[in-house]
Structure formats: structure tokens, C-alpha cells
């Protein structure tokens, strides 16, 4: 099976503009959760999509959302961009439940590295 | 506030040791606690996990060790390979809500294997 893919790989923006990037889970995986990696705060949840709702969100300002699409693959957007936005962002997808239990191993892919000037 | 604290920030073990990474956590709730290996350019990959009804778990050259009523628990990894140098993270997770409380991950380990 193909692992997670997120795209594009790199990008560069500057203050207040607005970008989105897109996470394709693995096939069959319908939960997809998105986290921020800096080097000051490391790993911080953002937000977790399950069946094309929001289901929990981490401590981030309204300037971070996300969606789902119907095939499970989905998106970030991070409106009117900051310096402090410039992170590594991840995508983890996981099954949700199989036969009835939850699955709870995530998998990350490979992230989108942002650079805000 | 940090929910999951982890230590040492860096270490630097040799070739064929023991490489001991510690957390704890704050949160009650959490019952499920994944270590994750990530290396440079590449995303967070698990290692290995365990739920709080058992106190150890092992996978080939990783153990995880689980102190419940100490609320922390440790990566060991033996006979260190220099592959095994990257940086490594802790996390918990409460399952109650059916995991959609997503990872608190522990700040990370840049562990190094000198051969």
C-alpha cells in the first residue's frame, strides 16, 4: 500500500498571504489528523477529520482549518500568514475502527515544509 | 501547559549500549502511548506502543516500560546501531473519545550512536 503522501513538499510565502496544503491518507484510512512541527514547540496537534467532520482541534488560532473530502484525502488552509507560521506540517492518517475497535496507530507522511517570509 | 515531558533532550551512547529515553505525563486520561523515530526530512515513523494494562512490552532491539501509578514510562533500546541515531518522541493519547484527541508528543530525543 501507498503510504500517506502530502503536497507540495516545499513552499515559500510571505506574510499575509494564505496557503493550503493537501494530505492523501492511506488507502482504506478514514481519519486524518494534522500537526505542526517547529523546533521551538516540536509536535503540536492541529486538527483531526473523521468521515468529513472535525472532530477535535488542537490550540491554534481561527487562522488554521481544515476539511475533508469523501475519499477520506483533505486539506489545511492557514489564512493571512505569519512569520511564527513557518513549520513543518504533517499529515497522519489512521483506519478510525476495524471490526468495531479503534485503530489508534497514525501514520505520518513525509510533511510540507513552510517557509513564511 | 506540556502534558508529556521528555528527557534526556539529547544522547550520545555507543555502539552495542543502552539507549534509555524517559517520559511522563500529567494527563489521566491518556491510555495509549506510541514512540515515534523520526529522521531528518522525513516524517515521525512508530516504533513501538503500549496500552497502560501492561507494564512492558518488547519488539526486537525496543522495550517500552509502563509505570501507571508514576504516570511515566521509557523507550530502551539494546545492542544501539549508528541506524538508530535520529530523534525520537514520545506521545499519548487518550482513546476514550475513539482517538480523536490526536498525539501530545513529549518535545524529543536527538539521540547518537557512535560506532
Known amino acids: ?20 496544503l493537501s494530505c492523501s491518507p492511506i488507502s482504506g484510512h478514514r481519519s486524518v489528523s494534522w500537526y505542526q512541527q517547529t523546533p521551538g514547540q516540536g509536535l503540536q496537534f492541529l486538527f483531526e477529520y473523521f468521515s468529513e467532520t472535525q472532530r477535535n482541534k488542537g490550540n491554534f488560532p481561527g487562522r488554521f ?17 505569519e512569520l511564527g507560521d513557518s513549520a513543518l506540517y504533517l499529515c497522519a492518517s489512521r ?9 489508534e496507530t497514525q501514520y505520518f507522511g513525509p510533511g510540507t515544509r513552510l517557509l513564511v517570509l | 501547559q506540556q502534558q508529556v515531558k521528555q528527557s534526556p533532550q539529547s544522547l550520545i551512547v555507543q555502539k552495542g549500549g543502552i539507549s534509555i529515553i524517559n517520559c511522563a505525563y500529567e ?8 514512540w515515534y523515530q523520526q529522521f531528518p ?29 508514576a504516570k511515566q514510562f521509557s523507550l530502551h533500546i539494546m545492542d544501539s546501531q549508528p541506524g538508530d541515531s535520529a530523534t525520537y518522541f514520545c506521545a499519548a493519547t487518550g482513546l476514550l473519545g475513539g482517538g480523536a484527541d490526536g498525539l ?3 518535545k524529543g530525543t536527538h539521540l547518537i550512536i557512535q560506532p
Open chain 1, 1 to 20: 500500500k501507498a503510504g500517506v503522501t502530502q503536497t507540495p513538499r516545499y513552499l515559500i510565502k510571505t506574510r499575509g498571504q494564505q496557503v493550503t
Open chain 1, 95 to 103: 483506519i478510525g475502527r476495524l471490526a468495531g475497535a479503534i485503530q
Open chain 2, 104 to 106: 501530545t508528543f513529549g
Open chain 2, 41 to 69: 526530512g522525513k516524517g515521525p515513523a512508530l516504533l513501538i506502543a503500549i496500552r497502560p494494562d501492561v507494564s512492558e512490552k518488547k519488539e526486537g532491539r525496543f522495550t517500552i516500560s509502563f509505570n501507571k501509578s
Open chain 1, 65 to 81: 482549518s481544515g476539511r475533508q473530502f469523501s475519499n477520506s484525502r483533505s486539506e489545511m488552509n492557514v489564512s493571512t500568514l
Open chain 2, 27 to 34: 494527563n489521566t486520561a491518556f491510555d495509549y502511548f506510541p
